[in-house]
């Protein structure tokens, strides 16, 4: 299928927050993403704080949800695939890899607990699913749409990771969300950024994602983007409320003129 | 000038570690361990002020039981703590002190939701030397308290720590706290390791992220500065 547009494209950054710069630690956020044909993939990962191999863990989980996504995609069966449901699978992937490596390493799965939000776009619709917190936020018709967002229980340190006995009850798979034209993922490093909480939930901040959006929509070069956006994660703006690691992955899908 | 510079952050505030102390000043307290238990405490606000995410983050209430209970402040910043100089006085009105503490921390939280804050699930901190003289096993009052703590810790609500001095009756504060962490009773004297503990504990928790259970260093080992009365 030949297409007269430009590609959709994604980037992001993951960086270390000011706590584990101070205390010497790994950065536990990780994201990976590509684009397969005319899909886009992410997967952007929380590894948790408490639990000692928690950047491996996330680190396994995003390249294992991404890696078992693009494998689906590039072998569709005859009697084909609903895409609907590839986040879900996503998570199962990673949920699976962790496993084996928690085996293999003799290693007890919990010490790689992480959270995980998977996204799979395809022209203008968004799939997406997630354990954890963090969150998945569109563009749409120039509204912002909140697609996935923080599942994490009444405290701010308590969250259910991908690790836990309970995590397929505590997943969240998410509407298909069509006519999109920007993605954005993030950790919760970024929450109190980029989310605005209120007794009713989570609602997009504007004055947050207008000009991130502006930003994804106008890079002309992903390398420097991606440069930038790490300069941004690390910036004291976005840092004086949060010490933790930040991820922030942003696509911009080929949208409503690619009729 | 990226665009990125316009930004602006939709909840520029802290997450907020609600530290509830609950002290007994009752007139059995008055000697070496009032003189200690101010001076920890005065140690816990200097501490706490040394710590740059903590002193953001804690928020700190204190309640006495003795002479009446007394809300000797409510939900604050550290930095607004007075330096404390508490006097031992009168009975033991335990029981007030905790549904005084416990309403305290539902008003704070309700407060925290209605401004869209990020909090950690507070601690209720409880020293005492004696037992309550306003209540007593298996009266109305003592079943609605000890049946508060227990929902309140079970459904997380908040967490409780009750800490024995001597001679304080360890069976009665063993019914009160939820069975998942028993009383501890402070070895003699050592009032200021509890509180290096407490400020500790404090700061790690403040300094959580989402997704963490914060291990706490073992209070009871042989450095420590409690003991788990068994039998």
Redesign the interface.
């Known amino acids: 299928m030949a297409l007269s547009i430009l590609s959709p494209y994604i980037f992001g950054a993951s960086i270390t927050g000011s706590l584990h710069i101070k205390e010497d630690l790994p950065c536990q956020d990780a994201c990976h993403y590509e684009i397969v044909d005319e899909f886009g993939l992410i997967a952007v990962a929380d590894g948790l704080g408490s639990v000692p191999f928690s950047d491996i863990g996330s680190r396994l989980a995003v390249e294992a949800a991404v890696s078992s996504a693009k494998n689906l995609l590039l072998d569709i069966p005859d009697d084909g695939l609903d895409i609907s449901e590839i986040p879900l699978k996503m998570l199962h992937a990673a949920r699976e890899c962790l496993e084996n490596r928690a085996i293999e390493d003799g290693l007890k799965l919990t010490d790689m607990a992480t959270t995980l939000l998977a996204v799979l776009f395809f022209r203008d619709t968004i799939y997406a699913a997630q354990i954890g917190d963090g969150a998945v936020v569109a563009k749409v018709g120039g509204e912002l749409v909140l697609i996935s967002g923080p599942l994490n229980s009444e405290y701010a340190n308590e969250v259910t990771p991908i690790t836990s006995s309970t995590w397929q009850s505590d997943l969240y798979i998410a509407e298909a969300l069509s006519i999109a034209e920007c993605v954005a993922v993030f950790t919760d490093g970024c929450q109190r950024a980029a989310l605005l909480k209120t007794m009713d939930g989570y609602t997009p901040f504007e004055k947050f994602f207008n000009p991130v959006f502006s930003f994804a929509s106008e890079t002309a070069d992903l390398i420097a983007g991606e440069q930038e956006l790490s300069e941004f994660l690390l910036s004291e703006k976005i840092s004086e409320y949060s010490e933790d690691d930040k991820t922030l992955v942003l696509a911009v899908l080929q949208g409503l003129n690619n009729d | 000038m ?14 907020h570690c609600a530290t509830m102390l609950l002290l007994d000043t009752s007139g059995s307290m008055e000697g070496d361990k009032i003189r200690q238990l101010n001076e920890g405490l005065n140690f816990f606000k200097e501490d706490i002020m040394q710590d740059d ?1 903590a002193r953001k983050r804690v928020d700190l209430a204190i309640i006495t039981f003795g002479e009446g209970v007394n809300v000797v402040q409510n939900f604050a910043s550290v930095e607004n703590t007075p330096e404390m100089n508490l006097a031992a006085d009168g009975l033991t009105p335990m029981g007030y002190a905790l549904n005084t503490a416990m309403d305290l921390i539902e008003q704070r939280k309700n407060e925290y ?2 401004k ?6 507070p601690w209720i901190f409880m020293i005492t030397d004696g037992e309550p003289t306003d209540m007593k096993p298996g009266d109305p009052m003592w079943e609605s308290v000890v049946s508060r703590i227990h929902e309140g810790e079970s459904s ?1 609500k908040f967490l409780f720590f009750a800490v024995g001095v001597e001679p304080a009756n360890m069976q009665t504060l063993k019914d009160l706290s939820p069975q998942s962490r028993p009383p501890l009773k402070l070895k003699k004297d050592r009032f200021r390791e509890m509180f290096s503990w407490l400020s500790k504990s404090t700061k790690k ?1 403040s ?9 706490l260093d073992n209070p009871t080992g042989p450095e420590g500065w409690g003991e788990v009365e068994t039998g």
């Not at chain 2, 869209?116 to 699930?121: E, I």
């Open positions: 990226s665009i990125l510079n316009e930004v602006e952050i939709a909840n520029p505030q802290h997450p995410l939701k209605t869209g804050v990020d909090y950690y699930r997380k928790t300094a959580s992220k989402v997704g963490d259970t914060v291990p």
